[in-house]
């Protein structure tokens, strides 16, 4: 079935420690790709994205993804997080096999220590 | 810029109940989601409208939901009757491009005693 897969559910990481959320998807074709992120209480809002281009992706916050076509994966990283990143990260994908609407996966969260 | 307009922003009811959650897109769009969220299983595509015209229920969980969109601007989800189990979190969202990127709106937290 067709799917978007994230790795993790739940992430705890120190304050300046880097961060890789990964994402994989089982769609064919032309693929758009999002990270979204839902602070606590909030909802959800557009971090990156990608149509088509350079696959290295640079959004808000010092996050960047990069899309790697073989591996069907749009991976999340920052360098350094901060505690204010504590945060649900939500990769998504709207695809032409899907039938053009926007699938999320489960959703990783992610806790910054202070 | 949220986008889309929700309300309620907060809904406690009974069971049994209906529960009509409205949506209110404030900027252009071609299509218009409602998604819902729980710890359970996360964020559910319910149904989704391109030019007002609804493309895709199967996500639509029973026939108890139902939603319409009778124009451009504003759209409706009613659960009738209600259940403990409808409890959720319910996203509207658009897309303003056909592009898959999407504008949520707050969300309305339903809780159903």
């Known amino acids: 079935a067709q799917s978007v897969s994230q790795h993790n559910h739940h992430v705890i990481l120190s304050e300046a420690a880097s961060l890789e959320l990964g994402c994989n998807y089982s769609?064919?074709?032309?693929?758009?790709l999002f990270w979204y992120v839902q602070y606590p209480g909030q909802h959800l809002q557009l971090l990156l994205k990608?149509?088509?281009?350079?696959?290295l992706v640079k959004g808000i916050k010092g996050f960047e993804a990069e899309f790697i076509k073989s591996k069907f994966s749009f991976n999340l990283r920052k360098p350094s997080v901060q505690w204010s990143d504590t945060a649900e990260y939500f990769c998504?994908?709207?695809?032409?096999?899907?039938?053009?609407?926007?699938?999320f996966g489960a959703g990783t969260r992610l806790f910054v220590k202070a | 810029d949220a986008g889309v307009i929700q309300s309620p922003r907060h809904e406690v009811t009974e069971m049994g109940q209906e529960v009509t959650l409205r949506c209110k897109p404030i900027?252009?769009?071609?299509?218009l989601f409602w998604y819902r969220q729980t710890m359970m299983r996360g964020l559910e595509l319910l149904i989704y409208?391109?030019?007002?015209?609804?493309?895709?229920d199967s996500g639509m969980p029973e026939d108890r939901f139902s939603a319409k969109m009778p124009n451009a601007s504003f759209s409706t989800l009613k659960i009738q009757p209600s259940e403990p189990r409808d409890s959720a979190v319910y996203f509207c969202?658009?897309?303003?491009?056909?592009?898959?990127?999407?504008?949520f709106g707050e969300g309305s937290r339903l809780t159903v005693l």
């Open positions: 990608y149509f088509s281009g350079d696959p």
């Open positions: 969202a658009i897309d303003r491009g056909n592009t898959g990127e999407l504008f």
């Open positions: 900027s252009g769009h071609n299509s």
């Open positions: 998504a994908v709207n695809a032409e096999t899907g039938g053009f609407k926007t699938i």
């Open positions: 769609y064919g074709g032309t693929v758009n």
């Open positions: 409208f391109n030019n007002n015209v609804p493309i895709d």
